[in-house]
């Protein structure tokens, strides 16, 4: 029984590492991925390069 609990409590803490790093990794690739966005945005003066980006990732 004890075996049975510490390959649930191992299962549970290894999904629990993988999804917290999986949302921190997409988090800091999207965050640069608009801010590159962005400041095409700034030096173009129009929204045009925001709105294709989001057309690419939708």
Not at 20 to 27: A, C, D, H, K, W
Not at 34 to 47: G, I, V, Y
């Amino acid at each position: 029984m004890l075996d049975i609990l510490l390959g649930l409590g191992v299962v549970i803490a290894f999904f629990l590492i993988g999804a917290l790093s999986g949302y921190f990794i997409m988090n800091i690739y999207f965050k640069k991925r608009f801010t590159t966005a962005a400041e095409k945005c700034r030096d173009d003066d129009s929204f045009e390069p925001f709105i294709i980006e989001m057309e690419e990732v939708s």
